[in-house]
């Protein structure tokens, strides 16, 4: 797919995340993309993955949910500020909250796919509702409440970076 | 420490979770014991587990607070019955639904502890309230509702595991 994903716009320093940063070699490493009003995830599970043998684990699915989440706040933000995500200031959000209903089993043989919708976007605040489908079925469905990343947690981090350089 | 963690006590078959399992080499295999009426589970995050660069990934937090928090239901459930956890039938908990609070930015450079509690126990459900701290500080809160996995299920997944073999 040559269209690059949300996580693709993130800054370098702001990369390193174990579940979207394209930097954490590691990491799940996801993209999130929009399809019409909805983001959109496909992630094709690791063998480890497991929670009992061929179902995906609940923290995996968590950890999906929790990044295509943040990365659709940030996505749905520069949109509401009616610019590109490649122009300066960065957006970034982090997860205030979670919460993850776990609907059945989730079958580990094969790709899912994570669909984010905004639910509601106020102030340096954003609410997106994601369903988790495998093999068509919707088996979880998450709630995540992303908040901005304030400038002077921004601003730290670019000087603990510094320090460590 | 020479004491049985709660995962050691999970059968074979039930210990390929990526957050728990004993069985799982690229697994987190988080350790789980009562302290007092409490439980308690110590884990040191590995360098890939960031978020932002000197903080830990809200997915692994998810993660730790799912894992230990069935733990617990387990072994909650087997000390309301009166037996000891490596009696049978083996009691083996599934996330139903998990909610985390992030609190403040958790530094990844020490052991984090994750601290849970037995708020509700009723018939196969069992409601875990965790706090998850790094320093002594608390950084993020969860709620876990577990519900004990139908012997249906697991009479299936041996069913299947005797297939593959």
New interface residues.
């Given amino acids: 797919m040559a269209e690059k994903a949300f996580q693709d716009y993130y800054p370098d ?2 990369s ?4 979207c ?1 394209r930097l ?4 799940l490493q996801i993209k999130s993309y929009w399809d019409g009003d909805e983001s959109v995830c496909i992630f094709q599970p690791r063998p ?7 179902y995906v ?4 699915i ?2 999906l949910i ?2 295509h989440s943040t990365g659709t706040a940030a996505a749905a933000a520069y949109l509401a500020e009616g610019r590109a995500m490649d122009t300066e200031p960065a957006l970034r959000f ?9 609907l059945r ?1 989730t079958p580990i043989d094969g790709p899912l796919e994570v669909r984010g919708r905004v639910q509601d976007i106020k102030g340096r605040k954003v609410v997106v509702m994601t369903t988790l489908l495998a093999k068509g079925e919707v088996c979880a469905r998450g709630e995540v409440l992303a908040v901005q990343a304030p400038q002077s ?1 921004l601003d730290q ?1 670019a000087e ?2 510094e320090t ?1 350089r």
Same sequence: chains 1, 2.
């Fill in positions: 320093l702001l390193h995340c174990y579940g940063g954490n070699e590691q990491g480890e993955h497991t929670a009992v043998p061929g684990y609940g923290g995996l968590a950890s929790d990044c982090l997860t205030a909250s979670l919460h993850v209903d776990y089993p947690f981090l603990e970076a460590i």
